[in-house]
């Protein structure tokens, strides 16, 4: 969907959009369910890591788009995967959803708990935005992306990770109808409550504050200077958000990973699809030291550095 087509459906011009957010195309999952798109990427992360679905002990599945309320739709990608020896979970943690599964990874290996982790992060936000508010349907595309953690004794893999919410801003960006406390009854008359709500100037302060101290924090648990970084894959948000968190941690825009242009905001999608595309991409070399910052509704942010 580029921003011509939305140029049809809202109050809008591709001008406005490229220049204040950085998008220009979003992707949307027309024929597909949210674990489809899960399956997809689940399946060529164990390609790439060379595993079956027997290995996988844990699937963690971020998302705010499951396919059911009930069950997770970590279980419905189980079954579609055939991951027979798994336990299978949902995270709820928007566009911090996939930092939030590799955090949750990285402590049961490190407990030992369990060894071959697969996180998914994967959106179909499509099925959640009112495409007649300009302020938050512009900004939204469907996406998958998954990764798989296992032990490492080189000192590669995971260094630091840092997490924090603060739920008294939770309105700043939520769904108010369709849970328990405002649930769609028959006389609901569907005035977009169900949809994606957003208060997008104060989230933006709080998102370049927060993703600035989140990636601070988890460079000093590791004892890494910013100068250190090879590549910062920063949550596909705004561009001027990702401009302002790379001026505020002084490091250079070639730093630092973008594909907003192509995919718009894809909440836990965001982070995998950077790496990945990254990764494909030639972008990351091992031993390079590389940065993940997330910041989304909940409002729920936090950071990883991995030594790849
Ligand atoms: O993933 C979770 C984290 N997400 C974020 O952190 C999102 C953070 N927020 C943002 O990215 C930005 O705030 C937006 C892109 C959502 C909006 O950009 P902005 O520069 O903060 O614009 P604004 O909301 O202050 O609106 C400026 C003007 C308003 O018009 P008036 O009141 O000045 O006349 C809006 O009505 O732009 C208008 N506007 C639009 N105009 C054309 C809002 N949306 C649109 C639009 N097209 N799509």
Request: charged share 25%; proline share 2%; net charge negative.
């Amino acid at each position: 969907m580029t921003n011509a087509d939305l140029e049809k459906l809202v109050d809008t011009t591709d001008e406005w959009i490229t220049t204040r957010t950085g998008i220009k195309e979003r992707r949307i999952a027309r024929d597909m369910a949210t674990s489809d798109m899960a399956v997809e990427a689940c399946k060529r992360a164990m390609e790439m890591a060379e595993t079956k679905g027997e290995e996988i002990d844990v699937l963690v599945a971020a998302t705010v788009t499951p396919d059911y309320k009930l069950p997770s739709l970590g279980c419905v990608i189980q079954e579609k995967l055939s991951l027979p020896n798994a336990v299978a979970f949902d995270v709820v943690s928007a566009c911090t959803g996939f930092i939030n599964g590799l955090t949750i990874a990285n402590a049961y290996i490190e407990t030992g708990s369990y060894k071959k982790i697969m996180v998914v992060g994967v959106e179909k936000l499509s099925t959640f935005v009112n495409y007649r508010d300009r302020n938050t349907c512009i900004l939204f595309g469907d996406g998958a992306g998954a990764a798989i953690f296992a032990p490492s004794h080189n000192g590669r893999g995971v260094q630091s990770t840092f997490m924090k919410s603060d739920g008294s801003m939770r309105e700043m960006l939520w769904s108010k109808s369709g849970g328990a406390a405002f649930p769609v009854t028959e006389e609901f008359n569907f005035d977009g409550t169900d949809k994606v709500m957003m208060n997008g100037s104060d989230l933006f302060k709080v998102a370049v504050k927060e993703m600035g101290n989140a990636a601070t924090e988890v460079m000093q648990k590791a004892g890494v200077d910013s100068s250190e970084i090879s590549i910062i894959i920063p949550h596909q948000a705004n561009i001027r958000i990702i401009e302002a968190l790379a001026k505020r941690l002084k490091l250079d825009m070639n730093k630092v990973f973008l594909n907003i242009e192509k995919y718009g905001n894809t909440s836990a999608a965001s982070v995998p699809l950077a790496l990945d595309e990254a990764n494909r991409q030639g972008r990351i070399n091992e031993g390079d030291y590389v940065l993940m910052v997330a910041f989304g509704g909940g409002l729920i942010w936090g950071s990883a550095l991995i030594k790849w």
